[in-house]
């Protein structure tokens, strides 16, 4: 399992209104459970999601199938991150002492 950080780069334009649509409805389909959360920075420059999959090449690949990718109106860069403790889970993942 690795957690991939997805952060918005870019967007080359405002996105038209059923654009971003396609886009809300495509973050919420939680995408069998690989997109855990994510969202825009309050001071609107950028956003951040969070995945959990097998593989970078999973997050890729759905990733890829954002509408605002497949528009090429987004740029996205994916990072690994290094989990070092999660309360979500149960039991949780301690802080490596």
């Not at 334009?13 to 939680?30: A, C, M, T, V």
């Not at 890829?64 to 979500?88: G, I």
């Amino acid at each position: 399992m690795v957690v991939i950080v997805c952060g918005l780069v870019s967007l080359a334009s405002q996105p038209s209104d059923e654009l971003k649509k396609k886009h809300r409805d495509f973050r919420g389909q939680g995408l069998n459970g690989k997109l855990l959360m994510g969202g825009r920075f309050t001071d609107l420059d950028g956003s951040l999601t969070i995945w959990k999959a097998e593989s970078m090449e999973e997050v890729e690949k759905l990733a890829s199938l954002d509408p605002y990718r497949v528009a090429r109106l987004a740029t996205f860069k994916l990072r690994q991150w290094n989990l070092t403790w999660d309360f979500t889970e149960d039991p949780p993942l301690q802080p490596s002492q």
